[in-house]
């Protein structure tokens, strides 16, 4: 039986009795059939409409059917061919494939591997057309400098991004470890007045406190032993533009007062100098941490931290936002595909199902991680479940069945812990139970924090 979408199909072939034969059969499973005898007419009524399929004979007269495939690919390259053939003839199928035929049939041949064949190429055709939208989609309104999204949480994200760009107003980034802080941050220096001058960055829990008071306000000659030039800090370089204080809940306390004192007066002095220097910056921060329970605990300055958080925006997690999986799958998959220069064009449906269930404890970078290797590892044109393991091992579950009740609570515990970092306030939230509670399973299972 063929596909509910009713399709229409052009059978050419120079024998009355192939054509009256084929054309019956297909009507009777709901396409739409015209016929031709040979190769101008079908060309002729080709150019007048479209055909999704044409079943086209090799061997006719005026015209082989193996021109007419190449003249008719010209003509409407979104046609599929099905080639019908005699047994002494496989070269010219063979040729016919390659000329970009989807496939052949030798005669004589059965209606029902005629119409298996038709339904698999409706299927491609199907998947194609799915894929073209899917495209359409991410170019025209899933965009926003580099963010891929359209679901109404990013929506919100990218509107909030427009207002809070047009003013020069510190701005703190939430959200867990992968949503794509640093992306939001460029987002909104790139839609700001400052968006011709220097966006600098700074990964403020990749330096022990010294490195990055060198980092951030630079040093003089001489300032300390390996210093043997003068060096400006990330503070001077982005004069006139961004600054970008990533993980900024790792700071030092010391370090903590002395940006303090320079996001309230824009001056700093560089290690082992004694000038006052002025820079006129934009400083956005992001953090992976509850903030205000570092406060609690006295590791975070309730100052530095009203003075950071002037327009706060969180980015949510992908679990938050699963209808902008299939997007951002397809976005990697462009990049990379294009990057390692493989045709794989598609994301089989199972697997875009599959990535919609799981629930990414490494948000958009685990998912860019795993359709990255997917493109490494895969064959063919699309992307399948098979080439994404972790998701196919997640469809399936785990065996729990051996394990005590004290092992499960330790592996999932453990799991929570992975996907939420240091943040224990919000692994607790999680969990449903308390910060106590969660210290006391850390301690008695071991757990690393």
């Not at 053939?85 to 005629?114: M, N, R, S, W």
């Not at 824009?266 to 921060?285: C, Q």
């Not at 999680?430 to 924090?449: D, F, M, P, Q």
Request: charged share 30%; proline share 4%; glycine share 6%.
């Amino acid at each position: 039986m063929l596909p509910h979408k009713k399709i229409r199909i052009l059978v050419v072939d120079d024998e009355p009795s192939i054509r009256e034969s084929l054309s019956g059969w297909l009507k009777r499973s709901g396409s739409e059939v015209d016929t031709a005898p040979d190769g101008p007419t079908a060309l002729a009524k080709c150019e007048a409409t479209h055909f999704d399929i044409a079943l086209i004979d090799v061997k006719m007269p005026e015209m082989d059917g193996i021109t007419l495939l190449r003249k008719l690919k010209e003509l409407d390259p979104d046609t599929s061919v099905l080639m019908m053939t005699a047994h002494g003839d496989i070269q010219d199928a063979v040729q016919a494939i390659k000329a970009g035929a989807y496939d052949y049939l030798l005669k004589p041949f059965e209606l029902e591997e005629l119409t298996f064949t038709i339904n698999k190429m409706v299927e491609m055709q199907t998947l194609a057309m799915e894929n073209l939208i899917l495209k359409d989609r991410l170019a025209s309104v899933t965009r926003f400098e580099n963010l891929v999204g359209q679901s109404p949480p990013m929506l919100k994200l990218y509107e909030t991004i427009l207002d809070v760009a047009k003013t020069d107003a510190t701005v703190l980034i939430t959200g867990e470890t992968g949503t794509g802080k640093e992306l939001v941050a460029r987002a909104i220096h790139a839609q700001s007045p400052r968006c011709y001058a220097p966006f600098i960055a700074i990964n403020c829990g990749a330096f022990t406190e010294h490195l990055l008071e060198s980092e951030l306000f630079g040093h003089e000659k001489g300032a300390f032993t390996d210093a043997k030039y003068t060096k400006k800090g990330r503070l001077e370089m982005a004069n006139g533009g961004t600054l970008f204080l990533d993980e900024v809940g790792d700071i030092s306390m010391k370090m903590q007062i002395d940006l303090l004192r320079v996001l309230e007066t824009h001056e700093f002095t560089r290690v082992g100098g004694t000038a006052v220097l002025k820079s006129d910056f934009r400083v956005i921060a992001a953090t992976n941490q509850d903030l205000q329970e570092a406060i609690r605990r006295k590791t975070f300055r309730q100052d530095l931290y009203y003075r950071l958080n002037v327009v706060h925006i969180h980015v949510p997690p992908l679990r938050e936002r699963v209808e902008d999986i299939p997007l951002l799958a397809q976005h990697f998959l462009r990049r990379y595909a294009t990057e390692m220069k493989k045709k794989i064009d598609s994301i089989h449906p199972k697997a875009l199902e599959a990535m919609q269930r799981y629930p990414w404890p490494g948000n958009v970078r685990e998912l860019e991680n795993a359709i990255e290797r997917a493109v490494v590892v895969g064959k063919g044109r699309q992307i399948k479940l098979s080439d994404l393991p972790f998701l196919q091992a997640a469809e399936e579950g785990p065996d729990y069945t051996d394990l005590s009740l004290e092992e499960m609570e330790r592996r999932h515990i453990a799991r929570v812990l992975a996907a939420k970092g240091r943040n224990l306030s919000h692994v607790a939230r999680v969990l449903r139970i308390n910060r106590s509670t969660l210290y006391e399973k850390i301690k008695k299972y071991g757990l690393s924090t």
